[in-house]
Structures are given as C-alpha cells and as structure tokens.
C-alpha cells in the first residue's frame, strides 16, 4: 500500500497520474452515438485487440504496432514480426539487409483491382476469414496470404516464417468492428 500525506491541491494533481496508472484499462466499442457503450470482447490471453477502418483483429502481444500515417518513413518490414497499419509514406527508410520472412500482417486500405494484380499464382477465392467475406490468395512457396476484406474496404497481407500457424490465428480473429472517431486503435 502507498502512504500519502496531504501536501496542499499540488501534492494531489501530481498523484493523479500515478493513480491512472495503476487503474486497470477496459476496452469499449461504441455501437452507435446514441447506444450506450458496451465493453468490447476481451482479446485472447497474450494478445490484445488492433482496430483498423472498421476491421478489429488479435495480435501477439509481442507485435509492434506500426501506424504508417504517424510513422510515414517506417519500412513495412517482412522479416521481423509486426502489425503494419495504413500506408507508407513516399520514401520509407528500408535497410538494404533485410531478408527472410517473419510473422507479419499489413492492413491497408484495399485497391479496387488489386486482387488480380498480386504475385501470388492461385486465383483469388471467396471466402470467410474471421467473421468477414474476403477474396483470397495464398502463395505456400513465398509464405505470403492476402485477404481483401468485400464490404471493410481493407485488405490483409500475411506473411509467415517456419509456420503460418500464428498469422492464421490474427486473420482468423477477424471481424467488423466499428470505432469511435480514429481509424485505428489498440487496447490490451
């Protein structure tokens, strides 16, 4: 238990953050202004939940989260395991040495068209990833999944190390979930 002493209104406001601190956070998803709010569904032990315009996923704990638009010259790197959101800047700061593939995922908003124009050797197929239609295209050989999702707008790119197992589970997690007022949010 901590001690505190009244030390005047200044000895108070400077615990204040200390106490917000200490004060668990509980995650809320807004249904509606008019809804009340109720709280969001509870991430998996070791992950936490990530929004992106309209689309909610659980990632590792581990995962950085990467905004592209606070972080316009941060590299979208597939060898290191992250959750990359939005869209890199015009000139990214990529090292010329990275390589191998990690356990990443990439939301970004989805180009009409795209699907067609992906590297990846199978046709795109419909089909449910989470709760979400998405069309779909796997390259096993590359270690890279795309999924674009219809009705979100946002489109998915997985790539995997060893396994795909851990990205599976992020794709999987997916479903529609509406955000108060930012395009993206985390929350333990």
């Known amino acids: 238990m901590i001690g505190m002493r009244q030390v005047g209104k200044a000895g108070f406001i400077c615990a204040l953050p200390l106490v917000a601190l200490l004060v668990p956070h509980v995650a809320y998803a807004a249904t509606s202004p008019t809804a009340p709010a109720k709280p969001a569904a509870a991430a998996p032990a070791g992950t936490r939940n990530v929004w ?24 979208v790197r597939l060898d290191r395991s992250a959750l990359y959101l939005g869209s890199p800047g015009a000139q990214s700061n990529c090292p010329a040495h990275a390589v191998g593939r990690a356990d990443t995922i990439w939301l970004k908003p989805a180009v009409a068209g795209g699907m067609d124009q992906l590297a990846i050797p199978s046709t795109p197929q419909v089909m449910t990833v989470g709760t979400l239609a998405a069309r779909v295209g796997v390259d096993p050989v590359s270690h890279n999944k795309q999924a674009q999702f219809v009705a979100a707008g946002v489109e998915a790119d997985a790539t995997w190390g060893a396994s795909s197992s851990s990205v599976d589970r992020v794709l999987a997690s997916a479903l529609s979930s509406s955000t108060p007022a930012t395009p993206w949010r985390h929350l333990r």
């Open 52 to 75: 992106y315009s309209g689309v909610r996923v659980s990632v590792p704990l581990a995962w950085p989260v990467i905004d592209l638009r606070v972080h316009p010259s941060a590299c």
